[in-house]
């Protein structure tokens, strides 16, 4: 770090951009002062004052703050398009014209999510949809779509509903070029390798990832390898390293050589999309190539620095980003660590490229794994092993995949030539045209791609089987809850004393990484904290609660989702894939790593939706279910995980109790006896109904149920009263009765809804009647996820900022 004199002014202005993301703009100044007239640092604070200058003039893009009516938007695709779960399309796009409602939204890129699913890249749509900003976190401990947005340079989504009218992609427009090109790559790859070899090489030659079977893709995951499937620097690498052998073998001059290498790289992350992770790749290894033609190392402190200054400057919105975080963590730990390991790698008796290989991915390891735990929320033990294999055979499948592709263009242009040229000589006449229609540098040719697809195809089927394996074996998926920033920063401190280290002590460095460890995964415990904590997830138009008890039990009352329409061909349930994302991801976030009872209150998929994936990831100790025969697919998928399982479900009736032994009690007050079954609405409400109680507090849950069922109860009697009530199916206009609420007498309502939902939950008849009762109504739909502590006193707050009535001053009786 002794020669690296660009690293002090990287480090000023990736701070201060940094300061101004969050707002600190006037702490950065006053360091800037500080540093320039108390220590004296004049071009520091210099470096500080620039970086806020870089960060207003090219700062983070504008983005919607408030959503638009339902209008007709002009829009141009411009990124691939991929089908999302509920079979539609979804796509980047420019907006082109614009209601007047929205005015200053012409030009903005926004995410477009279309029902139809049949659009091309670099078509003209007509859209009928509104435009909506990106979510801030809407459950706790949830990534911010808004952040990940701003690192993407978008600036909204389009809600579309259909398309009006559409044109075909206009030759000019270069903004479609790149995806266009993309579209038409993929289509020729996929006619010569089957799938999913051609899935993975997509995703490996320019980041497709849409098309992957979901059991690929979190083997991916879980084995620490999914970074091959996204372009960035070992892709770029490749380029680079391709190219400089051709030119090689051409006997081209190095210096000559690593220029004319730079434009290849850069057209290679255009051709992926110009995403940040590509372009930050691109600065980089552009910068090494520049420092191979003029004879200086390519990995320096001083290149990484010089990176760090360009991306900063040429997209500061990308600084905050844990992508940025990523990328530079990775090429600073195989700075610090590669070389040391490469010298203890000696000792194995294996060939210098291998040994090179190893201590790489060793490197990266090091580097990556604390920030990889904090953003996916899993711990690849078994990484090392698997990038070793991994990474190198890519590599090589991405050369090959280039050859294949190279090659079938060439068939294509001469058997195109070939036509145009028998085209021409059946015009005038000849008759010996059709010789010309194989000859045999076009047969040569054709073998050649059919070989160099056979062989991709070889070590694609390496690479699945690798990762496969893998995430086959005992422990490969540690999920953990986020560790702490600082525990981060501590670690990263002490793996800079341990690459100082290791070269002479190797055993102090690895106790002090060890160390390092132990404290990042401290910062994952979530102990309980002795207090009853219920949380209403935001999952949508469905319901998901999560209830952890003093002493940790988790109980949960339904798993979101969403409902199920008509006959689903998809890979899997759009309703658990809901259920997997927010349910079980937020179980997993807060390091649950058992649910003791999980209850189903009916089966309709949008309370069903996380059954079976959770029961497929916890343990789950038993189910108590409404005992309804239903045809959904998420209660079928759960109640088939739960026999493989060996979960006891327990048919739910009135007087059944469950106890966790803290105080926690539930009691089912309905359904009593036989179930009702001459009603449409019977599958609502049948629905569970339990209370739960703790100390002097008392929560009702109704899951979907009505009028009929909340009649039943008021006629037999039950005693309803409770401080806080789970209002009945989404706050339908069918349920929650005056007379009913006098019996529960809430002082707080909770209502799980979806925004913008076709029903239109909550009802406004409910919502009155609720406050005519004295209630105070929380809505997911507008305040995200609801969390309810119950302890000495009893406490409620929402993730996002809610315009509601005062919470009562007394919620325990």
Known sequence: MRNAPLLAPAAAIVAAIAADAHDRVGFAILCALAIGLLFRRRRTA????????????????????????????????????????????????????????????????VRVHLRAAHVLPGERLVVRGRLEPFDEPRNPGEPSRRA?????????????????????????????????????????????????????????????????????????????????????????????????????????PRIAASLSAIPCVVAYAWLSGAHLPSERAAVMVTLALVARACGARLVSWNALAAAALVVAVLWPASVTTVSFALSFSCVAAIGLFAAPLQRLLRRLDAPARVREALALTIATQVGVWPLSAATFGLVAPYAVVANAIVVPTTALAMVVAIATLVCSGVVEMLNGAVASIAHCCVASGAA?????????????????????????????????????????????????????????????????????????????????????????????????????????????????IVIRTPRGHTILIDSGGRLERGADRAEQSPAEIVGERVVLAYLRREAIRRVDLLVNTHP???????????????????????????????????????????????????????????????????????????????????????????????????????????????????????????????????????????????????????????????????????????ATVYRTDRCGALTLRVGTTTKLSTMLPCSLEPLPPRLVR
């Open 46 to 109: 210099l470096w500080i004052l620039a970086g806020l200058l870089a960060a207003m003039l090219r700062g983070h893009p504008p983005m919607l703050q408030t959503e638009s009516r339902t209008e007709r938007f002009a829009v141009t695709v411009t990124g691939d398009v991929r089908r999302d779960e509920g079979g539609g399309a979804t796509f980047d796009a420019l907006v082109d014209r614009t209601p007047d409602v929205a005015p200053n939204a012409r030009g903005l890129r």
């Open 148 to 252: 990940i947005a701003l690192g993407e340079g978008l600036a909204g989504e389009l809600i579309a509903s259909r398309v009006l009218a559409r044109a075909p992609p206009a030759t000019g427009d270069v903004r479609t070029w790149g995806a266009r090109l993309r579209a038409r790559l993929s289509e020729r790859l996929r006619r010569l390798v089957p799938e999913p070899e051609a899935s993975v090489l997509a995703g490996a030659l320019w980041g497709e990832r849409g098309s992957l079977p979901r059991a690929v893709r979190d083997d991916f995951q879980a084995t620490g390898t999914v970074h091959v499937l996204v372009t960035a620097g070992l892709h770029l690498g490749v380029i680079a390293a391709l190219v400089l052998g051709v030119l090689r073998l051409a006997r081209v």
């Open 432 to 544: 010996a045209h059709s010789a010309l229609q194989s000859g045999p540098l076009d047969a040569a040719v054709s073998r050649a791609a059919g070989l160099g697809a056979s062989v991709d195809v070889v070590l694609v089927d390496l690479v699945l089987r690798a990762v496969s394996a893998v995430a086959s074996l005992p422990g490969a998926r540690v999920s953990v809850a986020a560790p702490s920033w600082q525990a981060i920063v501590v670690y990263d401190a002490v793996a800079v004393l341990a690459a100082s280290l290791v070269r002479d002590t190797p055993r102090v460095a690895v106790l002090l990484l060890g160390a390092a460890s132990a404290i990042v995964f401290a910062t994952t415990l979530r102990p309980p904290d002795g207090s009853l904590r219920i949380v209403m997830l935001d999952v949508g138009q469905g319901d998901g």
């Open 604 to 774: 309709h998929g949008d309370h069903v939706g996380g059954f079976a994936p959770i029961v497929r990831a916890l343990p789950v100790l038993a189910v108590a279910d409404s005992g309804q025969r239903y045809g959904g697919r998420a209660f079928a998928d759960g109640m088939h995980e739960a026999a493989a399982h060996r979960v006891p479900v327990r048919i739910a009736r009135c007087g059944d109790t469950w106890s966790t032994g803290d105080g926690v009690r539930l009691s089912v007050l309905s359904p009593c006896g036989a179930l009702l079954a001459d009603g449409k609405n019977d599958v609502n409400e049948n629905s569970v109904v339990v209370m739960l109680t703790y100390r002097n507090f008392r929560m009702l849950f109704t899951g979907d149920a009505g009028f009929e069922t909340e009649r039943r109860l008021l006629a037999r009697g039950a005693d309803l009263r409770a401080d806080v009530l789970k209002t009945g199916h989404h706050g339908s206009a069918y349920a929650t009765s005056a007379q009913f609420l006098t019996a529960v007498r809430p002082r707080l309502a909770l209502i799980s809804a979806g925004r913008h939902n076709v029903f239109g939950h909550p009802a406004a008849r409910t919502l009155d009647t609720l406050r005519q009762a004295g």
